[in-house]
């Protein structure tokens, strides 16, 4: 099983996880995710542009240590001569800037919720991009999964009082991501090195007009705010690659069952620990989404050779 299987989440159907290390690995990795909200906050008084730049270049920093360790710079260094992934790789740095930022700000701004639904109703925006964009055909009890899904974005879009822009902003980058990195041939690592090598620029570029305008935190809210700050590169990677671990030991409709534990964990965290709001309309919105998502695992067990489409999450 190569690097590429382990990226994108393409473990082979009729993988069996002996011993349950597959499950473990997995689990971790989406509970790691399902945690984030937790971390996000701490980094106050930085903002989330500030710690989104900063997730970048630490980021690309923790990488190059991977890389190091893992003896894959040569690997890493090839990418360089290969144009049109460059391109690809480019654009889904865009993308998965776009859901970082999206991310840490529904988080860090009292939609933790909201943010989690960008989550729950990923799968189903991945397949009507897989509709829009590669002509592919959904079978009924799929079709009929978006149709309730769409319902329940126009209830909660009702009862918010505007469109619930951070969750579609989550959900489509999310899938555009996905899209994108299907189509290179990379390992978790390098795609990771080569997105976060593209974005630092800009980040490093973002920081020290930061500094310039004296708005910038990072050195002056103590060590502790420095080091989690720091710290971003981290909670980045790791996870990243507990789903590697994950993707090589466990099929495809393992890992997207597994996949509902972050938004799932997310959810519950808007409600115990940060106290969001949900009213009646609310529920019966994300009542209609977990319906959705029912009724699509439903399909995906039904049908074991076209799982859940299943990315590890870019938050």
Not at 22 to 42: K, Q, S
Not at 56 to 74: I, N, P
Not at 289 to 315: H, I
Request: net charge positive.
């Amino acid at each position: 099983m190569d690097q590429t299987t382990a990226a994108t989440g393409n473990a082979p159907e009729g993988r069996i996880d002996r011993g349950g290390g597959g499950i473990a690995f997995g689990a971790a990795a989406y509970l790691c995710w399902g945690f984030f909200p937790l971390y996000w906050p701490l980094l106050d008084p930085a903002g989330p542009l500030e710690a989104l730049a900063h997730r970048v270049v630490w980021s690309l920093v923790f990488v190059a240590l991977l890389l190091t360790v893992t003896r894959r710079w040569g690997s890493f260094l090839a990418i360089t001569r290969r144009p049109r992934v460059v391109a690809l790789l480019f654009a889904a740095s865009i993308v998965i800037a776009i859901n970082w930022g999206t991310f840490i700000y529904g988080v860090t701004n009292d939609r933790v919720i909201e943010t989690s639904l960008g989550y729950f109703i990923n799968p189903l925006v991945t397949v009507m991009l897989g509709v829009v964009v590669l002509g592919e055909r959904l079978r009924r009890l799929q079709w009929t999964a978006v149709a309730i899904g769409a319902v329940a974005v126009v209830v909660l879009t009702v009862d918010y009082g505007r469109l619930p822009i951070v969750a579609l902003s989550v959900a489509f980058s999310f899938a555009a991501y996905g899209f994108l990195k299907k189509k290179v041939d990379l390992g978790t690592i390098e795609g990771l090195g080569m997105e976060t090598l593209l974005l630092t620029p800009f980040a490093l570029a973002f920081l020290t007009w930061l500094a310039f305008n004296g708005t910038l935190v990072f050195g002056h809210a103590g060590p502790g705010n420095a080091l989690l700050l720091a710290g971003t590169g981290v909670v980045t990677a790791i996870p990243l690659l507990l789903f590697g671990a994950a993707a090589t030991r466990l099929n495809l409709t393992t890992i997207g069952l597994l996949q509902y534990l972050g938004p799932a964990l997310q959810f519950i965290f808007g409600l115990v620990v940060f106290h969001e709001t949900m009213t009646p309309a609310r529920w019966a919105g994300f009542g209609l989404v977990w319906l959705a998502l029912v009724l699509f695992t439903t399909d995906a067990l039904r049908n074991r050779k076209r799982p859940v489409p299943v990315e590890p999450l870019p938050v």
